[in-house]
């Protein structure tokens, strides 16, 4: 099974800040990877699939980059309803597998 | 609009069995995979399972091998995932998502499931 590391697990960002989370794959995705963003009672929901790819209304602050095994996921000018936790997941081969998370928190 | 709504959750004991239901609206459900993924409160997004279009092609989670099963019935519009043998591991919240752009693109709002004596 492909082993997904996500990094940090909790980050404290301000409004206006610029974020960027990691998810490094034990062995090469290529491209396949997607971001999710999950707030509490809430279905999480895609922000970025294949690595770099914005999914419908997503806002252009968000961009994903990388490719093989290392990745980011990178939020410009942190707004108020970005607070949230935020999930890699990679859909290279089954079983899928998420990262830990990571827990964007207001500072 | 799309959407997905999960049914069946709720509580039963370990060696226990549950079926959930997931209907689909609001898009060709016939066409997408999908998916299941749960979530222990308060933890991470686990991949279960995932079921081709026709049904012919199902992948499980090594964890729920041999004791789930994901099915659809296109002319329902639903997809289910029959439980069995029931741990206690596997309290969390279950959510379905239709397969799009390859990976899960669009997520149920969930129904918990119990496990417990």
């Known amino acids: 099974d492909i082993q997904v590391t996500q990094s940090p697990s909790t980050l404290s960002a301000s409004i206006g800040d610029r974020v960027t989370i990691t998810c490094r794959a034990s062995?090469?995705?290529?491209?396949?990877l997607a971001w999710y963003q999950e707030k509490p009672g809430k279905a999480p929901i895609l922000l970025i699939y294949?690595?770099?790819n914005l999914e419908g209304a997503v806002p252009s602050r968000f961009s994903g980059n990388g490719s093989e095994t290392e990745f980011t996921l990178t939020i410009n000018r942190l707004q108020p309803d970005d607070f949230a936790t935020y999930y890699c997941?990679?859909?290279?081969?089954?079983?899928?597998?998420f990262g830990g998370g990571t827990k964007v928190e207001i500072k | 609009e799309v959407q997905l709504v999960e049914s069946g959750g709720g509580l039963v004991q370990p060696g226990g069995s549950l079926r959930l239901s997931c209907v689909a609206s609001?898009?060709?459900?016939?066409?997408?995979?999908m998916h299941w993924v749960r979530q222990v409160p308060g933890k991470g997004l686990v991949w279960v399972s995932r079921?081709?279009?026709?049904?012919?092609?199902?992948n499980y989670a090594d964890s729920v091998k041999g004791r789930f099963t994901i099915s659809r019935d296109n002319a329902k519009n639903t997809v289910y995932l029959q439980m069995n043998s029931l741990r206690d591991d596997d309290t969390a919240v279950y959510y379905c998502?239709?397969?799009?752009?390859?990976?899960?693109?669009?997520w149920g709002q969930g129904t918990p499931i119990t496990v417990s004596s």
């Open positions: 997941l990679q859909y290279k081969t089954f079983p899928l597998t």
């Open positions: 062995q090469s995705i290529s491209s396949w």
């Open positions: 294949k690595t770099s």
């Open positions: 609001g898009f060709n459900f016939k066409i997408y995979w």
């Open positions: 079921v081709n279009t026709d049904g012919s092609s199902v």
């Open positions: 998502a239709r397969s799009g752009k390859g990976c899960p693109d669009f």
